[in-house]
């Protein structure tokens, strides 16, 4: 079975969406409260409600939508993480179908989360491997804050020394594959998942992600690196 999921914000979803197409919110249903940072994840027991009540079970492939903003990507590690590794994305904007606000009758699931314990990494063992030559880190986010001109939503601008540039709305840096360890964070590990699934499925399924990111990182008083 094929579910499609718009992972949309809600007013989003109810102005018109895919036909057929069901709706977890951003917010409440990808976000929690495990780890720190402006988005941090849900705990195991309420992502699998979330995806039970969705219609996702066990031989389900879940096809998740957005507009750009890489909440679907991270619809796919979430489920990924939990140990369900039948999901792809999708761009609604390249969508050229009809579009429905009609919310479907889905009839529950029973999704069991087995979640992993090697696919991310945290800010004590970031910062113990600052001049680890064998983690790569990756910062998924635009080239302007990466560098720290700028910074628009977090306290302070810049990025955790050593790291590069990683771009998520551009493929990924040369020579990125050969990284003996790799680890890919952003502002708020949303759009990091966008990079990290290209690495998956590149064939780099070692990949981690720092979930708490930069939003984490910035307000522990840690070393900052521009320019």
Known sequence: MIRLVDVRPREAYDAGHLPGGVHLDPEEDLTGDLGG??????????FAAAASRAGIGEDTFVL????????????????????????????VRAYVGPLTAEEPRVEPARFTATTRNDDTADA???????????L??????????????VEPIDKIAGRIPGARNAFFEQPLPDRVLDAPELVVYCGSGVTACVPLMRLVLAGRGDARLYPGSWSDWS?????????
């Open 37 to 46: 940072g402006r988005h941090p994840l849900p705990r195991p027991e309420a």
């Open 64 to 91: 998740g939508y957005d507009d750009g903003t890489g909440w679907a990507a991270r619809l796919w590690w979430l489920l990924r993480h939990h140990g369900h590794d039948a999901c792809g994305t999708f761009d």
């Open 124 to 134: 004590v063992e970031l910062l113990a491997r600052l001049d680890d030559p064998r």
């Open 136 to 149: 790569v880190l990756l910062d998924a986010r635009a080239p302007e804050r990466w560098r720290g001109d």
């Open 219 to 227: 307000t522990r008083g840690l070393p900052v690196e521009r320019g």
